[in-house]
C-alpha cells in the first residue's frame, strides 16, 4: 500500500471487537462469543489493550506475507486491525527508538502456537530491522537455532505434533541502531521423563526418529544402529510415524541449521554418538539373580547393547556393568556397597538415560548461545522473547503441572503488576487522576508455593533431605499440617475440615486454587521427581568415559572432586531460575501474547466453546480485560480523535484550525457527553466506557452515511453533468461533422454536373470547328488538286510543244543535211569517182594517228625504271608502233633515271650488276640479296676501340668488314671471326680481341666454292704454292655471301697483275684444310631444324650441310 495520507482505525471495519476492552458488556461468554466470531472470520488476533490474544487457525493463513510486513511496519498499533506484526514493530520501535528494552511473553497451553508466534515475531524483526552481511549471518544463526532445539526439545504429542517440551526464554540483543548482535537463550525444566517412557499416542524426541531415518547407511554403521525403530526399547511404536511429517527431511535440515549456527563436524558426531548412547541404554535388560544372603541381585541379560554403547562412549564395560548392580554409598568417611534390585536396576538405567540426554540438552543450548553471542560488549538493546508452557490443568497433574503452573502464577503476577503500573504510569504522565483499580492479587498464591518457611516447594525439599523413610504420603502429611489454613490450599485431610466431605478431592491429592482455576495434583512420584537422583557410581562411570562430550556433561563424576553434599533438587533449581526470569523480565517492557487453540482436534475453522472457555478462564483473560478497564477503558491522542469524529460537529467540520484538544473539548460538548465519562490527559482523551465510545462510532457511521450521501449525490450530478455537457460538445462536433459532410458532397454534385455540361458543350465547339477545318482542307486540297493537274496539263502542253519544235528541227536539219548532201553529191559526183576515196582515207587515218597521240599523251606510265605498265594499244594497225614507242619510252625512262646517279651510288650499282652477273640463276640465296644494299663495312672498326689493333694492321682503305663463321672442320660447328677486306688482302680476326688470325694476301688466293642453294656457305681455297697455302682453304659461311664473294671478285679484277679469281658454283667441293682434303656437300630438305643451315662432320672426309627446301 503506498503511503497515502489515509488514517485508518482498527475501528475501521471491524469484525465483533478487535479490542476486547470495548466489549460491552463484558461477561466471559461476550468474550467468547467475540473471539468465536473473528475467528469465523479469519481474525484469529484480538487485542486486550495491548495484549494480543491468538487463536491457532490450524491451516496456513495469508497473512504473513512480505505485503503484511510492510503493511505493519512503522505504524501505530490501533492503526490497523490487530496482528502479532504490530506487537512486534511496536516492541521493536519502542526499543530502537526509546531505548526501552522488551520482552515479548508467549504464553498458552500445549498445541496455541506459542512456538509459531515466537518464530513469527522473530521472523518479523528480522525482516524490518538493519540488512547487510555481518547482521544477516546473525540473523541466520538466530533464525537457526529453532531447528536445533526443535529436534531435540520437541515431540509429538496428543496435543501437538512438534510440542516444545521445554520451556524457551531467548534474548536477542541489538545495537543502538536496532540491527541484531547476537542472542542468548535459556531453557526450562525439560520434560526428560519423555527420553524413557511416552504417553500412549507420543512420541520420543524428534532427534531419534530422525536420526534412525535420516542418517546414511554409513552413519548408522558407525553408530552402530538399525533404521528400524522396532529395535528399540525408549522409541514407542504406535506413533513412530506422524502424519505431515518428513524425519529424514527433517534430519537434513537440522545438520544445515547446525551447521549454520557454528557446531564442528566432530561436535555434531558427539552429539549423535550421546543419542545413539541413550537408544542403546534403553535396550540393556536385567535378570535377577540370587545371593548367598538371600538377597537378589541384578543382572544383565544380554551384553551386547551394553559392549556396543561402552564401545560408542569409550566406557570400560566392566565398571558400566558394576555400577548397574551395585551401588555405594558414603557417609562419613564410609564407603558402603549395597546391591542393586532389578527394579532399582532400571531405576539407574533410566535415571542414567533421562540425565545423559538432558544435560546434553542443555549442553546444546550453551554451545548456541557460544555461537549466537554478541561479539560486542557495548551496550546493547534486548528483545526477550519467552515461549513457555501455559497453565495445565489436566485429569492427573503432577510434579511437572506443580512446577509449569507456579511458573504462570509467577508469569500472571508481574503482568498485573506491570500492566497497573504501566496504566499508573500512563495517568500521571497525563495528568489525572489516579482511582484505585479492584483486582486479584495472585501474589497470595505464589507465596503459597514458594514461600521459604512455609511453602509448598519448600516442605517438598524439606521431606527430601530429611532422613528416615520419606515417601510421597508423608509429603502430603506434611502439607496437611503446614498449609492447612492457607485459603488456596485444599486438601481431604487436611485440618480444614469444609474439605472432609469433598469426595472430588481424592486422598492421595492437594488442590490449589490458581488464579486461573483450581487444579488437583496427584502427590504420587513428587519425592522422587524432585530428587531426580542418579548414583554416583553412574555418574563416575560416565566421567571415567573416553569421550570428550562425556566429560563435560558429568563433572560431579571427576573422583577428585566428590561432594558429598546431595545436588539441588528439581524444585530448588526451577525456583530459582523463574526468580532470576522474573527479575530479568520486570526490567523490561512487556509484551503479551497469549495463545488460544479453538479445538482439540487441530482442525481448522473449528471452534469448541467449552476447550476456548476452559482456555480463557485459566489465561485469566477476563481478568486481563478488567485490570485493563479498571480506570479508562479507552484512550486516544488529541489528533487521531479529532480527525476521526470531527464530522460529528458543525464548528470542528471539516477543519478545525486551532489545537486538536480543544476541537476535542468542542466536540464532545456538542454531543452533550456526560462529564464523567471522559477525562482530559495532557495528550490524550480518556474515555470511561466502552459504550461513549460506540456512540460515538455509532454517530460517526451515521454521520458517514449521510456524507456519503450527500458525497455521492455531487458526485453524481457532477458525474451527469459533465456527461451532458460533454454530449452537447459531442452533438455540436458531430453536427459540424456532419454539415460539413453534406455541403461537400452537394458540392461535389454540382462541381461534377457542371464538368459534364462544360464538357459537352466544348465537344460540340470543337466539333464544329474540326467540320469548319476538315471542309477548309478539302476546299485546299482540291484547289491544289486543280491547281496540279492545271499546271501539269500546262506543262505537257508545252513540252509537248517543245518536242514538236525539237522534231521539227531535226527533221529540218536532217533534211536539209540530205538535200545538201544530195546537191554535193549531185555537184562532185563526177569527181568523186577519181580521187576522193584516197583522201578521205588518208585525212581519216591522219584523224585516227591524231587522236592516239593524244590520247597517249594522257595515259603515258610514270618514270620508275621498274614501272611496267603501259596503256592498251587502240586500232590493231598501230600494234609495232604501239611496242616500239613503249621500248623507246623504257630506254628514256632509263636515262633520266641514270643522268641523276652519283658515283657512289654508279659502284653500288656496278657492284650488284657484278653480283648479278655472277649469281643471279645460279645460286638460290642471290634474290634474297638484290633489295640489300652492299654497306662494306659493318663493324666500324675504327670507331671501336677494341679493335684498335686491326686498325695498324690495315694500311689499306678496308672495303668490307663483317662478322663470319668459320666452319670447323671437325664437327662442323662454327666459330666468329672477323673479316676484313682490302685492295690487297683480307684478314680473318678474333671477334672478340681482335687479334688476328690470319692475313691472307689476295693473290695468293685461287678460287672460291659456294653452293646453288640459299646458304651462306663458302671456302676461300688458296694456291697450292702460295706462302699462305700451308694455313689451309678456309671454310666459312656468312648471310652476306654475295656482297663478299662479289667484292672478293671485283678486287681481283680491278687489279691488273693478277687473274681474276674463280668462282666455282656446285653442291659438291673439296676444301683443302692443313693437312687433308675434306668434301662439303649440299644436301636440300636433310634438315632436322626445320628452316635452318644445319653442317654436321659425316666422317674424316665429309661435311654435309643440309639446306631447307624452298
Ligand atoms: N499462526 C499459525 N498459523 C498456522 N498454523 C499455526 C499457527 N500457529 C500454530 N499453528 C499450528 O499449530 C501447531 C502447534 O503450534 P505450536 O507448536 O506453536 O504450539 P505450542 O503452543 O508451541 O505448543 P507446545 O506447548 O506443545 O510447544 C503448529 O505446528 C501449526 O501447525
Ligand atoms: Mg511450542
Request: proline letters at 3%.
Amino acid at each position: 500500500m503506498s503511503k497515502m495520507e489515509v488514517k485508518t482505525s482498527l475501528l475501521d471495519n471491524m469484525i465483533g471487537v478487535g479490542d476486547m476492552v470495548l466489549l460491552e458488556p463484558l461477561s466471559e461468554e461476550t468474550l467468547i462469543d467475540n473471539l468465536r466470531k473473528r475467528f469465523s472470520h479469519n481474525e484469529i488476533y484480538t487485542y486486550i489493550g495491548s495484549v494480543v490474544i491468538s487463536m491457532n487457525p490450524y491451516r496456513s493463513l495469508p497473512i504473513y506475507t512480505a505485503d503484511k510486513v510492510e503493511e505493519y511496519r512503522n505504524r501505530n498499533f490501533y492503526e490497523l486491525s490487530p496482528h502479532i506484526y504490530a506487537l512486534s514493530d511496536e516492541a521493536y520501535r519502542s526499543l530502537r527508538d526509546q531505548d526501552k528494552d522488551q520482552c515479548i511473553l508467549i504464553t498458552g497451553e500445549s498445541g496455541t502456537g506459542k512456538t509459531e508466534a515466537s518464530k513469527l515475531v522473530m521472523s518479523y524483526v528480522a525482516a524490518v530491522c538493519g540488512k547487510g552481511q555481518e547482521v544477516n549471518k546473525v540473523k541466520e544463526q538466530l533464525l537457526q537455532s529453532n531447528p536445533v532445539l526443535e529436534a531435540f526439545g520437541n515431540a509429538k504429542t496428543v496435543r501437538n505434533d512438534n510440542s516444545s517440551r521445554f520451556g524457551k526464554y531467548m534474548d536477542i540483543e541489538f545495537d543502538f541502531k536496532g540491527d541484531p548482535l547476537g542472542g542468548v537463550i535459556s531453557n526450562y525444566l525439560l520434560e526428560k521423563s519423555r527420553v524413557v517412557k511416552q504417553p500412549r499416542g507420543e512420541r520420543n524426541f524428534h532427534i531419534f526418529y530422525q536420526l534412525l531415518s535420516g542418517a546414511s547407511e554409513g552413519m548408522l554403521k558407525k553408530l552402530k544402529l538399525d533404521q528400524d525403530f522396532s529395535k528399540y526399547n525408549y522409541l514407542s511404536l504406535d506413533s513412530a510415524t506422524v502424519n505431515g511429517l518428513d524425519d529424514a527431511a527433517n534430519f537434513r535440515t537440522l545438520r544445515n541449521a547446525m551447521q549454520i549456527v557454528g557446531f564442528l563436524e566432530e561436535e555434531v558426531h558427539s552429539v549423535l554418538e550421546l543419542v545413539a548412547a541413550v537408544l542403546k541404554l534403553g535396550n540393556i535388560e536385567f535378570k535377577p539373580e540370587s545371593r548367598v544372603n538371600g538377597f537378589e541381585e541384578s543382572r544383565i541379560k544380554d551384553k551386547n547393547d551394553l559392549k556396543e554403547m561402552c564401545e560408542l562412549l569409550g566406557i570400560e564395560q566392566l565398571v558400566l556393568e558394576r555400577a548397574f548392580s551395585f551401588r555405594t554409598v558414603e557417609a562419613k568417611m564410609e564407603k558402603v556397597s549395597t546391591t542393586l534390585n532389578v527394579a532399582q536396576a532400571y531405576y539407574a538405567r533410566d535415571a542414567l538415560a533421562k540425565n545423559l540426554y538432558s544435560r546434553m540438552f542443555s549442553w546444546l543450548v550453551n554451545r548456541i548461545n557460544e555461537s549466537i553471542k554478541a561479539k560486542t560488549t557495548a551496550r546493547k538493546k534486548v528483545m526477550g522473547v519467552l515461549d513457555i508452557y501455559g497453565f495445565e490443568i489436566f485429569e492427573d497433574n503432577s510434579f511437572e503441572q506443580f512446577i509449569i503452573n507456579y511458573c504462570n502464577e509467577k508469569l500472571q503476577q508481574i503482568f498485573i503488576e506491570l500492566t497497573l503500573c504501566e496504566e499508573q504510569e500512563e495517568y500521571i504522565r497525563e495528568g489525572i487522576e489516579w482511582t484505585n483499580i479492584a483486582y486479584f492479587n495472585n501474589a497470595i498464591i505464589c507465596d503459597l508455593i514458594e514461600n521459604n518457611q512455609n511453602g509448598i516447594l519448600a516442605m517438598l525439599d524439606e521431606e527430601c533431605l530429611r532422613p528416615g523413610t520419606v515417601t510421597d504420603e508423608t509429603f502430603l502429611d506434611k502439607l496437611n499440617i503446614v498449609c492447612a489454613e492457607h485459603q488456596h490450599f485444599e486438601s481431604r485431610l487436611s485440618k480444614n475440615s469444609k474439605f472432609l466431605t469433598d469426595h472430588s478431592l481424592p486422598h492421595n491429592c492437594f488442590r490449589i486454587q490458581h488464579y486461573a482455576g483450581k487444579v488437583l495434583y496427584r502427590v504420587e512420584g513428587f519425592v522422587d521427581k524432585n530428587n531426580d537422583l542418579l548414583y554416583r557410581d553412574l555418574s563416575q562411570a560416565m566421567y571415567k568415559a573416553n569421550h570428550r562430550l562425556m566429560k563435560l556433561l558429568f563433572p560431579e563424576g571427576n573422583p577428585a572432586k566428590v561432594n558429598l553434599k546431595r545436588p539441588p533438587t528439581a524444585g530448588f533449581q526451577f525456583k530459582a531460575s523463574v526468580g532470576t526470569l522474573m527479575r530479568n523480565l520486570q526490567t523490561k517492557n512487556p509484551n503479551y501474547i497469549r495463545c488460544i487453540k479453538p479445538n482439540d482436534k487441530k482442525a481448522a475453522r473449528v471452534f469448541s466453546e467449552s476447550l476456548v472457555s476452559h482456555q480463557v478462564r485459566y489465561l485469566g483473560l477476563m481478568e486481563n480485560v478488567r485490570v485493563r478497564r479498571a480506570g479508562y477503558a479507552f484512550r486516544q491522542a488529541y489528533e487521531p480523535c479529532l480527525e476521526r469524529y470531527k464530522m460529528l460537529c458543525k464548528p470542528t467540520w471539516p477543519h478545525w484550525k486551532d489545537l486538536a484538544r480543544k476541537g476535542v473539548e468542542v466536540l464532545f460538548k456538542d454531543l452533550n457527553i456526560p462529564e464523567e465519562e471522559f477525562s482530559y490527559g495532557r495528550s490524550k482523551i480518556f474515555i470511561r466506557n466502552p459504550r461513549t465510545l460506540f456512540f460515538l462510532e455509532e454517530r460517526r457511521r451515521q454521520c458517514l452515511e449521510d456524507l456519503a450521501t450527500l458525497i455521492q449525490k455531487i458526485y453524481r450530478g457532477w458525474k451527469c453533468r459533465t456527461h451532458f455537457l460533454l454530449l452537447k460538445k459531442s452533438q455540436v462536433v458531430v453536427a459540424a461533422w456532419y454539415r460539413r459532410y453534406a455541403q461537400q458532397q452537394k458540392y461535389k454534385k454540382i462541381k461534377n454536373s457542371t464538368i459534364v455540361v462544360q464538357s459537352f458543350i466544348r465537344g460540340w465547339k470543337a466539333r464544329k470547328i474540326l467540320r469548319e477545318l476538315k471542309y477548309q482542307k478539302r476546299c485546299k486540297q482540291a484547289a491544289s488538286t486543280i491547281a496540279a493537274y492545271w499546271h501539269g496539263m500546262l506543262a505537257r502542253r508545252e513540252l509537248k510543244r517543245l518536242k514538236e519544235e525539237d522534231r521539227r528541227k531535226h527533221a529540218v536539219a536532217v533534211i536539209w543535211a540530205y538535200w545538201l548532201g544530195l546537191k554535193v553529191r549531185r555537184e562532185y559526183r563526177k569527181f568523186f569517182r577519181a580521187n576522193a576515196g584516197k583522201k578521205i582515207y588518208d585525212f581519216t587515218i591522219q584523224k585516227i594517228i591524231q587522236k592516239y597521240f593524244c590520247d597517249l599523251k594522257n595515259t603515258i606510265p610514270s618514270m620508275s625504271p621498274i614501272d611496267k605498265s603501259w596503256p592498251a594499244r587502240p586500232f590493231q594497225f598501230l600494234e609495232g608502233t604501239h611496242q616500239h614507242l613503249r621500248r623507246i619510252f623504257h630506254l628514256w625512262r632509263g636515262k633520266q633515271y641514270r643522268s641523276h646517279f652519283t658515283e657512289e651510288k654508279k659502284a653500288i650499282y656496278e657492284e650488284k650488276l657484278e653480283a648479278s652477273k655472277i649469281f643471279k640463276d645460279k645460286k638460290a640465296l642471290y634474290p634474297g640479296s638484290v633489295g640489300q644494299p652492299f654497306k662494306g663495312d659493318y663493324l666500324e672498326i675504327d670507331k671501336n676501340p677494341k679493335y684498335q689493333k686491326l686498325n695498324i694492321v690495315l694500311d689499306e682503305k678496308l672495303l668490307l668488314a663483317d662478322v663470319v663463321n668459320k666452319v670447323n672442320r671437325a664437327n662442323g660447328k662454327g666459330a666468329s671471326r672477323i673479316f676484313l677486306l682490302t685492295k690487297k688482302n683480307f684478314v680473318l680476326a678474333d671477334q672478340k680481341s681482335g687479334q688476328v688470325k690470319a692475313s691472307i694476301p689476295l693473290p695468293d688466293l685461287s678460287s672460291v666454292s659456294v653452293s646453288t642453294h640459299n646458304d651462306g656457305f663458302f671456302a676461300l681455297k688458296l694456291k697450292q704454292a702460295s706462302a699462305s697455302a700451308a694455313k689451309g682453304d678456309f671454310l666459312l659461311s656468312s648471310d652476306r655471301l654475295i656482297e663478299i664473294i662479289t667484292k672478293l671478285h671485283r678486287t681481283g679484277a680491278a687489279s691488273g697483275d693478277r687473274e681474276p679469281i674463280t668462282i666455282d658454283i656446285s653442291d659438291e667441293f673439296i676444301v683443302q684444310f692443313k693437312q687433308d682434303k675434306v668434301c662439303v656437300k649440299f644436301i636440300q630438305g636433310g634438315s632436322k631444324n626445320g628452316n635452318s643451315v644445319t653442317c654436321k662432320r659425316k666422317n674424316n672426309r665429309l661435311l654435309e650441310v643440309s639446306v631447307p627446301s624452298p
